[in-house]
């Protein structure tokens, strides 16, 4: 049933293909219809097609009309390096996607060899970009940056002495280092720097022991349901020192595991999700999505998809051109502060986005989450 | 100084609950030489079942707090007991004459069993406990105590307490610790040994209960992996204390809850368990037997 109706989408793209080759600009669109990320690859999808047709409306790229061709990598390296070859078979100018590192690296060399520009929109691995590939680029951060906003955050926020707790696994180790590396180098007064252990239920000897180091503020780089119980555990002890948290803590479960009482006011960074989105094009375009698909956009994700479909038909409406070096051009340097709907875009040498995406939340009183301008 | 207090009872109470855990492995194993594997998950299954009738019935709310909580305590550790009795029954009694690692995978897989039934049924994300306690605190050595800590420990203890009483001074608890030294000279004597074990699967499981529900109301956050990390912690300390011995359950679950405690306040967190467990290994290496010893004229 999946295969014959793949190949029926198949064929139809392929007899609009072959009737449009002359006048369309084709642009790729990979991403996880299928499997565990599905829900993330539909919504990119929603997104990309709805850009396509609102181009078409206003007459389409350099006179022709775009169209994407979408191809599923379910999610899977392997699959997403098979369908890399067959978008290079089919004349894209360039894809956009895909979401996971891992898959995105799977495609990377596949297609920066085909000479086509990709952009990323959910893969956030540091190595994809320290690769240097001339025409790769992604519309989401770094793991790296949100260390660097952590830091900046801490320090902006005034506190002399800084305390670092993690929960030792790849992601919040890593997110510490980063953070700890910054304020080092800015000689910040890092008093604390130790791991809790997940999954446990009382974290009071930790919390007596962050006490003890007198710092200003701590900045807890794990996920949830540890951050949910250390606020309610402070609480109980009566420690008033504020609490910072990365964004593996944004889920709402936070707030009833730590109660509202104690959750209030605690703040952490995260991108922002798509209601949050400030810019007057992204509340345009959010309410043009709601008319199309009868809901918001949900993923920042699907939203980034978007922004990755819209520099790709900047630059080719700025070059006057499909090629890739032309197009590159324009990337790199040109962009000049493009309004993409997830904030200003403009890319460095190796294809990462300038610009800081992640947004201060901050959890009021009532529970909900919210955006800090 | 005041950390060192703050941590002393941080300690007692994280202690305590092991300790109360502890008592139902080390009275199974007394019994019957075997290792409840799946008594951890027994504890799960409490602090489930106290939040399942907490919101169903809100006892709190009609009897008031203190007997609201009496009676779902009760109501938590009879369930537990019965779900025990029939782990015995079920699991264990079968091979009560086989070679005694088969009923030790006859205890791991009903551990398993017991885990992912309660994912099955609760789902695999937390569960949080509605926030009934109070919060109030009070000055002890010049610290902020939160009362409700206070009353873990003391739960606890007249728990422990009672358990011993029972154990030593009563008709039961006599035959209990007959059976105990040995299981052929006690059913000569007249002792149903069947009846002796049905106890330790009611007595044990319904403490490895209470603490369950003890742990839900008082943190809050149950998942249902939980009783894996408590439940290797108060083996260890029933190990610690000598398995098989009651008051050897409660000096080893309140001695690891210190030494976490002042491993974590004056060593590394990160080291934290590695630092208990290290603490372990070397008493074991002195006193192969555990702190008072497996007694060998009465295992229990």
């Known amino acids: 049933m999946k295969i014959s109706m793949r190949l029926a989408v198949a064929a139809t793209l392929l007899a609009f293909g072959s009737a449009r080759a002359a006048d369309a600009i084709k642009i790729g669109l990979m991403a996880p219809l299928t499997g565990s990320w599905a829900s993330e690859g539909q919504e990119m999808k929603r997104n990309v097609e709805l850009l396509a047709a609102e181009q078409n409306a206003r007459g389409g790229l350099l006179g022709k009309r775009v169209e994407i061709v979408v191809e599923d990598d379910g999610g899977d390296p392997r699959t997403a390096s098979l369908a890399a070859q067959r978008l290079t078979t089919r004349g ?36 994809l970009t320290e690769k240097r590939l001339k025409y790769f680029f992604r519309t989401c951060p770094r793991d790296d940056e949100q260390g660097r906003v952590g830091a900046a955050v801490l320090e902006k926020g005034g506190a002399k002495r800084i305390a670092l707790l993690h929960d030792s696994s790849a992601y919040a180790k890593g997110l510490a280092d980063e953070i700890a590396a910054t304020l080092r180098a800015h000689r910040a007064n890092v008093v604390f720097f130790d791991a809790l252990t997940p999954k446990e239920q009382d974290y009071s000897a930790i919390l007596t022991r962050l006490k003890a180091a007198k710092p200003d503020v701590v ?39 730590a109660g509202k009482d104690a959750a209030a006011g605690f703040r952490f960074l995260s991108p922002p999700v798509p209601k949050d989105l400030d810019t007057a ?93 | 100084m005041e950390q060192f ?65 009496l009676v779902l305590a009760v109501m938590v550790m009879g369930l537990i007991a019965v779900v025990g009795v029939v782990l015995e029954r079920a699991a264990y009694r079968p091979l009560r004459d086989s070679p005694r690692l088969s009923a030790v995978v006859s205890a791991l897989g009903a551990s398993i069993f017991l885990q992912n039934a309660l994912m099955l049924v609760y789902g695999a994300r937390y569960q949080v406990y509605p926030d009934i306690l109070p919060q109030a605190s009070i000055r002890l ?90 439940g290797m912690k108060a083996f260890t300390a029933a190990i610690l204390g000598g398995i098989g011995n009651i008051p050897g359950a409660m000096v080893g679950g309140l001695l690891l809850g210190l030494v976490e405690a002042f491993g974590a306040a004056y060593l590394s967190l990160a080291w934290k368990d590695a630092f208990a467990f290290g603490v372990l290994i070397l008493i074991l290496i002195v006193r192969p037997s555990g702190l008072l010893g497996e007694r060998v004229a009465e295992k229990i």
């Open chain 1, 219 to 257: 900045f807890f780089t794990g996920y949830y349901p540890e951050a949910g119980l250390l606020l309610k555990q402070k609480r109980q002890m009566g420690w008033k020192v504020p609490f910072i948290g990365g964004d593996a803590v944004n889920n709402p479960d936070l707030v009833k595991i």
């Open chain 2, 5 to 69: 207090f703050q941590q002393l009872t941080n300690g007692l109470a994280v202690g305590s609950i092991y300790a109360l855990i502890a008592l139902g492995y080390t009275m199974v194993y007394g019994v019957l030489r075997l290792i409840n594997f799946a008594h951890g998950d027994l504890f799960s299954l409490g602090a489930y079942l106290g939040l399942t009738l907490l919101t169903s019935f809100a006892l709190q709310g009609r009897l008031g707090l203190a007997l609201g909580l």
């Open chain 2, 141 to 230: 050595l010049g610290l902020d105590v939160p009362v409700m800590r206070i009353v873990v420990v003391l739960v606890a203890v007249v728990m422990m307490a009672g358990l011993y009483v029972f154990v030593q001074k009563t008709r039961t608890g006599t035959a209990m610790r007959a059976a105990a030294i040995d299981q052929d000279a006690a059913s000569l004597m007249g002792i149903d040994v069947n009846r002796v074990v049905r106890l330790v699967f009611v007595i044990g499981p319904a403490l490895g209960g209470g603490a369950g529900l003890l742990v839900g109301l008082y943190y809050g956050q149950v998942g249902f992996t939980m009783g894996w990390s408590y």
């Open chain 1, 92 to 127: 894209v100018v360039a894809v956009v996607g895909t979401y996971g590192s891992a898959v995105t690296e799977a495609t990377q060399a596949i297609l920066d060899e085909a000479g086509i520009v990709q952009v990323a929109n959910g893969s956030t691995a540091v190595r």
């Open chain 1, 281 to 373: 094009e992204a509340r345009a375009y959010v309410a043009s999505y709601r008319k199309r698909y009868g809901e918001a956009p949900s993923s920042i994700y699907g939203v980034l998809a978007a922004d990755g479909f819209r520099v790709i038909a900047k630059a080719i409406e700025t070059s006057r051109s499909t090629d890739p070096d032309k197009l590159r051009q324009v990337l790199v340097g040109g962009l000049k502060d493009f309004p993409g709907f997830t904030g200003k875009i403009a890319f460095n040498g190796k294809g990462d986005r300038v610009g800081e995406l992640y947004r201060v939340y901050e959890v009021s009183p009532s529970g909900s989450f919210v955006l800090q301008k």
